[in-house]
Structures are given as structure tokens and as C-alpha cells.
């Protein structure tokens, strides 16, 4: 990653919160490149669940992944920032849509990303939506997904109380309802595929995991 990409794709952004918030992930939060790492050599378009202001399409896009990227999210404010910040950085083969997940998926054959939104849903709806995520990853392609892990650690305390932060501050419309637990990974995603599970919270106090589905 090059030292200016933090602040190329922040500049895009209009409001001062959300290029602050953009120029502060790309430079401290490991998902990114950990994604990165995880889809580059793949040619699979991808469906990005929860997609936000549009920030793993735009930071794929400047590290030379040219696959096509579907964006959704339920946030319209989030989404319309998306395709502003696309149009500035005059990127291609990214779209970006309204859509709440708990409501089904758009139809898509490739790689799939479900990256911090998991513990907005019930337990129910989390084995709904990672069912029929894993339905749309193609063979050898991967459902990537990056959690909070339900455990007993000082990291899960204070990953719990920054949502609510979060949710008391208005950037994420829900409060948490469940953080799922490695096991319920395990379970929900081992009769699509190999699984794997490794921290990702780099120098974060958060609990984060990448948790990855490859399909054979």
C-alpha cells in the first residue's frame, strides 16, 4: 500500500466525519490488505454484504484488483456517498445498492465478503444469511467474513461497548444483537467448504477474526 492511498480515497468524500473515518481505516485496520490478500489471483466478481461508504471496493481497486464488485448495504446515505466517491475516483465495474440482507440476496456466482455486520442479526439470521452467502460463492471461490468472536476476552468487552458507541453516535443505524462464537462458524459454515479462523485486529483493541470459507 502506498503511503498516499489513506488520503486519495478519502478525498472523494464530502463530509469531514466520513473522510476522516475512510482516511483512518485504510491506515490502521488490517481488513483490507487481509482481504486483499485473501482474493487477489481471483477473477470471480464479488459481492460485498454491508458495504458501507464503498471503502474494500475502492482500496481492491487501487491495489490492482479489476474483477467486477457489487456493493449493498441498507444505509441509502452510506450508498450514495459509495457511488459519489466511484465517480471521483473514476473507478470501473463497481455498483452499489440499497438492499437489506435479512430480506434475501441479490443472485451472484463468486466471491462473497460479510465484513462487520454479523452482530446486528439475530442468531437465526445469521445462519440464514451466511447459508445463502455460501450458496453464492463459486467453486474456488470464497466467502470472507471478519467478526467479533463471542469469548471471555477483554477484546470482546470492549469490542461490545465501541458498537454501542457507534450506535449512540449514529454511524451504525443498529445496536449489536448477537455475537456469534467460533463454534457457530464452525458449524454454519463447514458443510460448504474448508474453514479457517484467525485473529485480525492487528494493533486494534477489538476482537476481530477473519473467518474464511473456501469452496473446493
Not at 444505509?75 to 465517480?87: F, G, L, V, Y
Request: proline share 7%; with cysteine.
Amino acid at each position: 500500500m502506498t503511503a498516499d492511498l489513506p488520503k486519495k480515497l478519502a478525498a472523494p468524500f464530502p463530509g469531514v466525519w466520513d473522510r476522516c473515518y475512510v482516511g483512518s481505516k485504510v491506515k490502521t485496520d488490517p481488513l483490507y490488505g487481509a482481504v486483499h490478500e485473501e482474493l487477489r489471483g481471483s477473477a470471480l466478481p464479488l459481492l460485498d454484504l454491508g458495504c458501507g461508504l464503498g471503502l474494500l471496493a475502492f482500496y481492491l481497486r487501487e491495489r490492482g484488483l479489476d474483477f467486477p464488485i457489487t456493493g449493498v448495504d441498507y444505509d441509502p446515505r452510506k450508498i450514495e456517498s459509495a457511488w459519489k466517491a466511484s465517480a471521483a475516483l473514476d473507478h470501473r465495474d463497481l455498483s452499489f445498492a440499497t438492499h437489506d440482507a435479512r430480506q434475501g440476496l441479490p443472485e451472484h456466482h463468486g466471491n462473497v465478503t460479510i465484513l462487520d455486520i454479523l452482530q446486528f442479526f439475530t442468531p437465526e439470521e445469521q445462519a440464514t444469511l451466511i447459508g445463502l452467502a455460501a450458496s453464492r460463492v463459486a467453486p474456488g471461490g470464497k466467502l470472507v467474513i471478519r467478526s467479533c468472536l463471542r469469548d471471555d476476552s477483554r477484546r470482546f468487552k470492549v469490542t461490545v461497548f465501541c458498537d454501542y458507541i457507534a450506535k449512540a453516535t449514529f454511524w451504525m443505524k443498529a445496536a449489536p444483537t448477537h455475537y456469534p462464537s467460533a463454534e457457530e462458524f464452525q458449524r454454519n459454515l463447514s458443510p460448504h467448504g474448508k474453514v479457517t479462523i484467525s485473529p485480525l485486529w492487528g494493533g486494534t483493541p477489538f476482537n476481530n477474526h477473519l473467518i474464511v470459507m473456501e469452496k473446493a
